[in-house]
């Protein structure tokens, strides 16, 4: 069942801006992790973070998770065109399934 | 070191024909995992292996699906008479283990994708 809902579905941006993707979800949690697909192939793991953290920070990325409101927003400073890619919410519930989004589709202009 | 392997890349069959999906995974990764992904949606969590523990199947669409893993290494993710509905791509992922606390990040192969004509 879908647990894990990204906001915006799509987001296009010049290269050097900002990208900021949400991800809603329904149940409790244990971490929430956000993953990279580029051309609809394998997905690359990005960042994790835990249920008793508010914010992590990896390179040029940012995640918060707000567990009051169940959401979490991925922030991509200074983005390239190279980052251009759909990118994955994933929840995990107490056991080792991760539920996965329908993901938000970046696109960077050059 | 080598990442996760999946075979073949790509796959075209005749609807009604069996097909084999094929996953190798990172050595010493104990959980593998197989996803569905549909055009444009999320993953669909389809099975799991964790060790000599039976598999979770719960995921699996219809009894057409069936998986297995040998050795506790490769897995072959086997459908029969294929539907075109079972058209996507078919991503294998492992994982170092998985715990109820532990939040071990999966490693995905570059999946197999499947079109039934």
């Known amino acids: 069942s879908q647990q894990g809902e990204e906001d915006p579905q799509a987001l296009s941006i010049q290269e050097g801006e900002n990208a900021t993707m949400n991800c809603s979800y329904k149940?409790?949690?244990?971490?929430l992790q956000w993953y990279r697909q580029n051309s609809g192939r394998g997905l690359v793991h990005l960042i994790l973070i835990r249920s008793n953290e508010r914010e992590k920070h990896s390179g040029r990325l940012r995640v918060t998770l707000d567990t009051s409101k169940k959401s979490s927003s991925l922030l991509i400073t200074a983005s390239r065109a190279a980052d251009t890619a759909s990118y994955f919410c994933?929840?995990?519930?107490?056991?080792?399934?991760?539920?996965f989004g329908k993901g938000t589709k970046l696109s960077v202009i050059p | 070191g080598a990442g996760v392997s999946q075979s073949p890349s790509n796959k075209v069959t005749e609807k009604g024909k069996d097909v084999e999906l094929r996953c190798d995974p990172i050595?010493?990764?104990?959980?593998l995992y197989w996803y569905r992904q549909s055009l444009g949606q999320g993953l669909e969590f389809l099975i799991y292996f964790q060790g000599n523990s039976a598999p979770d199947k719960s995921g699996l669409p219809s009894d057409r699906f069936s998986a297995e893993r040998t050795g506790g290494s490769v897995s072959t993710l086997t459908i029969q008479r294929t539907q075109q509905e079972d058209s996507a791509v078919y991503l294998c992922a492992s994982s170092l283990k998985s715990g109820l606390a532990g939040g071990y990040e999966q490693y995905f192969g570059p999946g197999t994708r499947l079109t039934v004509t």
């Open positions: 994933a929840t995990r519930a107490g056991s080792y399934q991760l539920t």
């Open positions: 050595s010493g990764h104990t959980a």
């Open positions: 149940t409790s949690i244990n971490n």
